[in-house]
């Protein structure tokens, strides 16, 4: 008897159409969720030229026998039924009996499975939509699929795919979040004859696997500073690790959200992240591996393949339990520990005030500033736009004026007596401008000053950030930054522009930083990349709160005088702003100047 039986046309019928392998990252994610559906408990993966000449999936699972075989080719055909009791919570959960119907249509497949005891495995081998072979197979239980020369009859749609490092870092973080997501299977990944994961399963449990994993997947340094989290309520139950307070990223790429198992992008998952931090954030990221468990009545997965959003019907509900998990055991790392405030009393923060969760406004209105900044632009979220700063007190142009420096303010102002009156300067952000306009000036000369470094500063990288640094590596060489590889997950900066200055941890997040926003090296505007480098290089080799001698506090102006916009840094803000007289005079409320 067949388990594969055809969906109703009800469901069918609610099944977007088409369009669920889009590029060869897909195909995987598709292929290792079957396995996991069929119970595997190991998993293999082989990827050959990024995807684009084999994907390859081997499972221990269940397996097929040979009419099923037959069958799973077929359109809207799953076995899934029997498992939900009704037909909607099994699209729900992405069954839509068409992934093995599509990926056959645009590939050479081959498909060897055998059921647990039987004297014969099959397998079934075709192209495009046709089997051409069927034929009997040792006996090894569970399923082989093989995927070879992707899109070989849709050459329009294979030029849409893009650089071999850009699907390779995709494919990765599929194996990458199911490795997190699974913690009672063992994964592993070979990408050209290189194995880049292999992630077995410990003894320990959820917990203790999870945490394997996720050393493995965001690198030593990233998980060091993550601690776990548990919250089970009422219906619903959240888990995972997420970063400490005082370990928190300069970009939101190792960012894993997960419901009842499956990887999703929640903004309001995300959202709720956020607030359980309550003002600990400052601006940064946090890492996770975050589960959400509940009902699964209570949640609708986009139909969508592609779309991983989840719609839950108790938005709140949802929200208060992922904040309240998070603030819970901050809240109770931050009690252990040394940060009570001077007096020795409680920590010095409170509740967060958990609002409503109010979903991001369509495109109609502009989203408001918070919500733009850290959930819906990833570029904005890594490095905060420009917020819309009160022009500074109207053009005072100091430039023809007489300074004389008077002194540091907090390691951080420069105080000049100028024109009567008081030039404030924020150092940080006039040495930025500084470093910016310089380092372009030479890139645009094609002549950059490079550096070599006698120790080479490491950073560790998750697999998939290193792949996307590594297309990288040529265009970072004419930048001035000379990038080698140390492992699977250490990238080495060997020289860089001998105008930057890094320490460890600032080239650590400057690499992480790139990883997340440069895209595709080919695609994007020249102009564009050197302005996202350059400015986040001179964020980085900014040393916070120096101090300054008298002669380089004038040096710096002169610098400044010269730029061409030396009244604001980088990155929008203002560098400087000036008392005159008059505004100190009426400060202490007299008539005239000082
Ligand atoms: P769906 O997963 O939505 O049911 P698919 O097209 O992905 O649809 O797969 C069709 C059917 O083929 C599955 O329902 C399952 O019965 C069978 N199948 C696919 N992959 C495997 C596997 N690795 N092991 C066992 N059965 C599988
Ligand atoms: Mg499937």
Redesign the pocket.
Known sequence: MP??KVLPEEVVSKIAAGEVIERPASVLK?LVE??L??GATRIEVEIRKAGRGLIRVH?D????GRE?LRL?LGRH????LNVFDDIYSLATFG???????SIFAVSRLKMT?CLAGADSGYSLEGEGGRVTAELPAPPVKG?T?EAADLFFNTPARAKFMKSDAAERAQLIKVVEEAALANPGAAFRLVIDGSELLNLPVLPGGMMENLKNRAAAVFGKSVYGGMAAIEARGEGIAVYGLVSRPDALAATRVNQHFFVNRRPVASPLIRQALYRGYAHMLTGRHPACALFVELDPASFDANIHPQKRDVKFSSENEVFKAVSNAVYAELLSKQTASVRMDERGGAPAFSAPDVPAYRAPQPAASAPSAETASLFDNPSAAAEPAPAPFAAAPQAFDWRGEDLSYIGQLAKSYLLFDCAAGLLVVDQHAAQERILFEKYLDEFSKGAIKVQPLLVPLEAELSRSQMETVLKWHDWLKEAGFELDQRGPTVALLRAAPALFYFTQTAFAEFLGYLSEVLGDPGKAAEDMKRNIVATMACKKSIKAHDFVKPQEAMRLMEDLKRAKDGFHCPHGRPTLFHLSGGDIARRFQRGGAV
């Open positions: 388990e594969i598709e079957n396995s559906d069929a499972d699972g269940r397996g097929m099923d799973a055909a799953t076995s899934k069954f839509r009996g068409e992934a093995l119907y499975s399923t699929i």
